[in-house]
């Protein structure tokens, strides 16, 4: 009866500690989780071992026989995956080979007691095993000068315990001798009650380090949004919008603005390779750069030029793509130098058609000695201009297809009459619901309208005819 109760205790906290590693899965850490198996697993071994819970729940005795057997088998391999999460590889990867050998005779018993209806037969093996994996333990823990910190002493106690219960338990067989045996439980309650301490430990630890991962993420959130434009700049006869979905809190996306005076403007947008920090960060360092290169903003080719020499021999793996626009609205053109990146598309009202601005060049920082040409087009009320950063065209479907650029061509073939936030809003709910993820892209993504307007716009974002004598809208989204 009282191996029943332990049982039942084990089983419960076994189910309570993967509850709750499961509820707060976010770093990996497999302690909580084989801790909770390890109880779970021993604790239904216990139970189905006692002859009272055969009598309470029925069933024959070879369907216990075969689960205590089956249990025995498989219960290291959640042991194991802990003490290779606390020690680590080993001395000499031995923890690590531990890992491999139960998880390998696991499956190579429950295979040879399914196929040979015998659960006793893999038994040959187990002890040898059992008594093999206690001296790797043991010299894992007391030989290999691991730091000593409070769970390493509870850990070693906790092992000791559990080493001389099992080698009592293990070695009878193998010495021909007949003790008494099945007291090995006893050592496996205290040890369970030490791995638990370790366990719990290691685990709100990790939370600890999340938490504050956390908060240092925020921060960089908070940073990396206060480097970006607060608002659109307001050009006359231009509407701006922009759409920036970063695929983790922060990004590797960039854009930014340069406008001298009410007729002229600059448009940066840049894509750093890599996501998250390490990205964000060196996309904090393209606006120091770009914003440096003010005196010479009507002139995009000199402006990436200056940006590539201000990168080259300050990045590691990194580069950086982009592409510069700069707008004349009263002249009515535009002038596009690129450095590597996805080329925009353009709206010709006129014609009715769409060309790329074909004009690119190497990304950023990769060599000293680089010039970048730059394109130059006349503008008519009604054109629009459409710039985006890669993860656009790159962003995939379930079935693993690109959204690509004829398909992005064609939306905005049929939009060209929405204003910039109208459009982006159509666009983004689109391409949400043609790549099929709710939880977002594969990437970070970025794209800018720029549109001349020939018209007042209603409250619906469509376009209102003007009467003879209006002048062009100058509002920016």
Known sequence: MVAVLVGFLLGVLGLFSIIVA???????????????????????????????????????????????????????????????????????????????IAVAYAVLSVTVVIASRDPSLPMVANNPLVVAAIMVMLGNLYLTGLRMTRELRVLRA???????????????????????????????????????YVAARKFF??????????????????????????????????????????????????????????????????????????AALIASMVKVAFQSQAPYAADPGR???????????????????????????????????????????????????????SQNGVPLGLFPSVTYDAVQHGIAPGDRIVLFTDGVPEAANVSCEYFGVSRLSGFLESHVRQDPKAFLDAFFDHLAAWSGRGDGFDDDVTMLVVVFPESERTTDGTALTREAGGSPSGRTE
């Open 22 to 100: 499961a509820v707060r899965w976010r770093s990996g850490d497999l302690s909580m989780v084989s801790f909770g198996s390890f109880c779970l697993l021993y604790g239904v071994r216990l139970m189905a071992g006692a002859a009272t819970l055969r009598v309470i729940v029925g069933g024959s005795a070879a369907t216990y026989v075969y689960l205590g057997a089956i249990i025995t088998y498989v219960a290291p391999v959640p042991f194991a995956i802990f003490a290779q999460e606390f020690i680590g590889r080993g001395w000499r990867s031995s923890v690590r080979r531990m890992v491999q």
């Open 158 to 196: 906790g092992f000791l315990i559990l080493g001389l219960f099992s080698l009592h338990e293990n070695l009878a067989p193998l010495m021909r001798s007949s003790p008494r045996r099945g007291i090995e439980w006893m050592g496996v309650l205290l040890f369970v009650c030490c791995l638990g």
């Open 205 to 278: 630890a990790s939370e600890r380090h999340l938490l504050a991962i956390s908060q240092e993420l925020a921060t960089a959130r908070r940073i990396q949004a206060s480097i970006l434009p607060r608002s659109m700049p307001e050009i006359q006869g231009v509407e701006i919008g922009v759409r920036y979905l970063p695929m983790t809190s922060v990004a590797g996306d960039f854009y930014d603005f340069i406008a001298p005076d009410d007729n002229h403007l600059g448009i940066l947008l840049a894509d750093v390779s890599g996501h998250g920090v390490p």
């Open 303 to 357: 402006v990436l030029g200056a940006m590539n020499q201000i990168f080259t021999g300050q990045l590691e793996r990194e580069f950086i793509t982009a592409g510069y626009l700069w707008v004349d609205a009263q002249a009515r053109s535009i002038t596009y130098a690129g450095a590597g990146h996805p080329l925009p598309l353009v709206w010709r009202s006129t014609e009715k058609r769409i060309l790329e601005l």
